[in-house]
């Protein structure tokens, strides 16, 4: 209900305020107030949720604090919105964020119908499904017959309905508002098998009783890439997020990392001069300083950072780089260059 | 000029005196108020069909043809992932009815039996009474919610067991799992028969009542009613050689785990997110209704009851006859509210997977971002089904009010 709520005066806000914020220029609207409002997840370990002292963490909430280092180098002035995933894009629509970093899979309909722009992908994911150990399957193709949990609102509902169709195989979708309840009718075994992006299984399956006693099947039944998000029609903004990602990636591929970006900024190296911002006048051409891209690192390090921190193989998460690693090291993360 | 002036003063005395008219005065102003109004509702949607295109999202109700794509785990009627979201919002719209009319049906039961029970002069009675409708009113709606659904799912076999009650009914965490009823060629005239079973009835109670009236003895009406409601169909079951036949629940017990247990498309399944909403619900605002019921009968005159008593009447008759009666006129107005609040309630079925309007229509919001659209679709219905409730009650309420003479 509060959801609701919530969107509803989302949208009475954008039916009678209007999209004041994008028609004043979003850059120069957060560079007046001081910080960048981002919208978030509340409760996804890895992407964004907030500890007992209300501090946020994760790959989307970093990227959140790259864009405010690259505009204020200083990675703290962020304002955190948590959205579900009904209110995200009403909230980002009538400008109440501005910018969603919340796991949000591109998709044509987005950029077509609800006056969205993806600025990249932050993060390659899949749909998968998790099950019990017990249930001895080991492919999503021997689930013919299932009951499916999972959260409604999202893209997953649609996926999981044309893996199933195509396959031939009857089955059962149980769709609940929060991932909570998902998790818990799941674990008291409503359904077979719990659906959502792979990265998102992953997280759940820390917080049953026993991780160990579940699985999650190999097939990956959708393509999901994740990115963020601004409005539509503020050519500027876009430009400086969008490049706010493209830094963190090149900033690993040119090895330049939280640690030593300092000392590399006496570096004879051309590209790190360029992105340093020692040669070049790039910063000061999308509306920055020419220390944009160090401040970024400097604030927040580079994206292998970012992922290792919070989702990778040393974090509870434990997800392998895969589709995310750099396109030079066998994945498909790629930036265009800084020149 | 004289006469210029007086004519130009006796219209300006006309004038303030038409000015002044207070019948005049009232219309003025209630027809400027219409206008702002109406001239703020065109404002907004104006408003708001320009910023949507300026922001590059669609509008439009266009999208309601186009095709859902995803499933829905109750359905009253025909759906599959191809037909349209208009029709997802249909079985949605179906399945807010389904659990609104009923819980309103237990709810009223209930609520009437408990709000009785707290004026019995019976201590444990009374005292079990009050302790329902204190606890139930006092723990928020969306707590009793949860707990009545996971209390449900953990209490009830897996998805590989079963518990079975007469035979016919199973249980598991998968529902409830019942013979579904198949009609064949004639079900229809079976139908027919029932129908004509219970107008006939009717029919019958209101010949016994006025046998009664006049000669003093009552006929045994109830029972030749029931006998007509439950012998005419069966008669036309078996004279059209039994139309209807029943689709049993398969079980399984062998093979792969995942085939285990009830096989999909065999019988018919009651699922377990019915049951906890349903049952949240009911007894949530049985609580509100016992104390309507409560507050109703308090206000009929003791003298009504101490009168009734001296006639001869005894403690049920009297509350049957005299004091219900006379407490309706009091309890249905806060009972309407009551319905409209179970209603209205039964939108927190999204946070339990039971898929409601609100449930169904937030995925059509998220697949197509319609939002102002389905916002505007969810308050149309709600408004007309609680105008709608509203309406009946009213005219329940004009038959049982005191008619004065």
Known sequence: MKKLIASIIAGAALATAGISAASAGTLEDVKAKGFVQCGVNPSLIGFGIADEKGEWSGLDVSF????????????????????????????????????????????????????????????YDGQGFMVRKSLGVSSALELSGAKVCTQTGTTTELNLADYFRSHNMPYEVVAFEKNEEVLQAYEAGRCDAYTTDASGLYAERLKLTNPDDHM????????????????QGDDKWFTVVKWTLFALINAEELGLTKANIDEKKTSDNPEIKRFVGVEGDFGTGIGLTNDWAY????????????????????????IARGLNNLWSKGGIQYAPPIR | MAAGDIGARSFGGRAAAFINNPAVRGLVFQIAFVVALVWFAWDIADNTARNLQRANIAAGYGFLDRTAGFGIVQKLVDYTEASSYGRALLVGLLNTLLVAGLGILIATILGFIIGVARLSSNWLISRIATAYIEILR???????????????????????EKWTFLGIFHINIGGLHVPRPVFADGAGTVGIALIVGIIAALLVGRWGRKRQEATGQAPPAGWIGAALIVGLPLVAFFALGRPISFDVPVFNDQGPILRRGFQAGSGMTVIPEFFGLLLALSLYTAAYIAETVRAGISAVGKGQSEAAHSLGLRNGQTLRYVVIPQAMRVIIPPLTNQYLNLTKNSSLAVAVAYPDLVSVGGTVLNQTGQAVE??????????????????VMNIWNRRVALVER
């Not at chain 1, 501005?98 to 006056?115: C, P, Q």
């Not at chain 1, 099947?217 to 994740?226: A, D, N, T, V």
């Open chain 1, 64 to 123: 959140c604090r790259a864009v405010a280092s690259a505009i204020f180098g200083d990675p703290t002035k962020v304002k955190f919105s948590p959205l579900n995933a009904k209110e995200r894009f009403t909230a980002l629509q009538s400008g109440e964020v501005d910018l969603l970093s919340r796991n949000t899979t591109w998709t044509m309909s987005r950029d077509s119908s609800l006056g969205l722009m993806f600025v990249g992908v932050n993060y």
């Open chain 1, 216 to 231: 999650i099947l190999p097939e990956i039944i959708s393509k999901e890439p994740l990115g963020p998000a601004v409005r």
């Open chain 1, 295 to 318: 401040n970024v690192i400097k604030g927040v390090g580079n994206y292998g950072e970012i992922f290792d921190a919070n989702v990778g193989p040393s974090t509870k998460l434990g």
């Open chain 2, 138 to 160: 006092n723990i928020p709606l969306l707590l009793q919610l949860f707990f009545w659904y996971f209390a449900v799912l953990r209490s009830v076999p897996g998805m590989r």
């Open chain 2, 374 to 391: 389905m916002v505007s679709i969810w308050m149309i219905f709600y408004l007309g089904l609680s105008l709608l409730t509203s309406l």
